[in-house]
């Protein structure tokens, strides 16, 4: 009977251990992209990969700082590529409490790229709208980078809308929690790092759908948008997000702890990251003072002869008109290269008259000069059936503006 009494107070006593060893709250932190999965790409060629990373490190360590009754565990910590189905593994191995995959977003329209701006927060289900789904699709493409991938996600095509009929039919269990959460991340970014807020939306993602808790992806801006890629690569800006992010987080903990009558909960209050104050909520999402000097969020610092800003032949582009000092001239961009071709080349499709100007270590070459944007309109059309990511620029004086 004694030996009995014993081994059931030791089967309780390991229980209660067990208990309490399960009683901190895991948030799984997922950096999107890296390794040889860049993500996408900005105007000034940073990697998404690289400012996801930065900003989900600097979350982490403001979670571990602050909040002692939470585990954070990342997807990864370094520049390397990590499978999509293995995110959600990694949170669903831990037994998360919360998975939070952070991005940057991009349009494939450099023409319509300064009109994409601010941050969205998604949650797992149908895409109710055309840019929720190319969202899903480029975020679900990078599947195409693993081996196997067919045998992997059982057939999906990240191409194929028919292959996005199935999340129709699929109910988050915990879309509720996720939800609330992502609401809490639209209203910090909102309140805190004055940044657009593009609302909590829908989108069938993969690493959603694998996580079997409450989930959500944060696109954090837009790197196709030059103004933001310029913010995003501060340390200001980075700061900002995280800081947004981690307050969000906060909010969302006590909600949680509070309907699991959990009173353990150490979340401190203040000891944010340093934003030095430098932004502010506009359609240009602007860095109004102590912006670095290398960063430039207008035109091109290069300053370029004559020579190099007419023709890559030297002419003139036929439009004496608008080349007099001060006056502005629309041109018609079609590459951007770091080799500076010659008049002929045929990398330029039997395109003439073709000018360029530099942009740091980049040569941009266009075509066409003319006063007003609508007198390119039929040569767009034409330059558009040999390159179709020609897009109309406005220059001054040689150089590229605004």
Avoid: W
């Avoid at 944007?373 to 330059?383: H, I, P």
Wanted: hydrophobic share 35%; aromatic share 8%.
């Amino acid at each position: 009977m004694k030996i009995k009494f014993i081994t059931i107070l030791i089967t309780l006593v390991l229980v209660v251990s067990n208990i309490f060893a399960q009683q901190k709250f895991i948030v799984v932190l997922d950096a999107g992209h890296g390794g040889h999965d860049p993500g996408c790409i900005g105007q000034k060629k940073t990697k998404e990969k690289d400012i996801n990373l930065a900003v989900t490190v600097k979350l982490g360590d403001l979670i571990e700082k602050n909040c002692k009754d939470v585990k954070v565990i990342y997807t990864r910590k370094t520049d390397v590529f990590v499978p999509l189905i293995n995110r959600a593994k990694i949170a669903n191995n831990k037994k998360a409490d919360l998975f939070i995959s952070i991005h940057c977003d991009a349009i494939a329209n450099k023409n319509n790229a300064a009109s994409a701006y601010g941050v969205s927060t998604f949650t797992m289900g149908a895409a109710k709208t055309e840019a929720n789904l190319a969202v899903a699709k480029r975020e679900n493409s990078v599947i195409l980078l693993e081996d196997n991938y067919e045998t992997t996600y059982q057939g999906f095509d990240p191409k194929s809308p028919e292959s996005y009929i199935m999340f129709e039919l699929l109910q988050g269990t915990h879309q509720k929690q996720s939800i609330e959460f992502a609401q809490c991340v639209q209203t910090q970014i909102k309140q805190r790092a004055k940044r657009n807020d593009r609302s909590v939306r829908q989108t069938p993602a993969l690493v959603l759908k694998e996580a079997g808790m409450p989930a959500v992806l944060i696109e954090i801006g837009f790197l196709s948008n030059l103004k933001e890629e310029a913010y995003l690569i501060t340390q200001a800006g980075q700061n900002a997000i995280a800081n947004s992010i981690y307050y969000a987080f906060q909010d969302y903990k006590k909600s949680y702890d509070k309907q699991n009558q959990i009173t353990t909960s150490t979340i401190k209050e203040s000891n944010p990251l340093t934003t030095e104050s430098k932004v502010r909520d506009d359609s240009t999402s602007e860095i109004i003072k102590k912006q670095p000097a290398k960063v430039n969020t207008e035109s091109p610092k290069t300053t370029v002869s004559n020579q190099k800003t007419t023709s890559v032949s030297k002419t003139t582009n036929n439009s004496k008109s608008v080349t007099n000092k001060g006056e502005i001239s629309y041109r018609i961009q079609f590459l951007t290269s770091q080799k500076l071709y010659k008049e002929g080349d045929a990398k330029f499709k039997g395109l003439k008259n073709i000018g360029y100007y530099k942009d740091g270590n980049l040569y941009k070459y266009y075509i066409g000069n003319k006063p007003t944007a609508q007198g390119l309109s039929s040569e767009l059309k034409s330059v558009k059936a040999k390159f179709n990511d020609a897009f109309i620029i406005k220059m001054k004086d040689g150089k590229r503006v605004k």
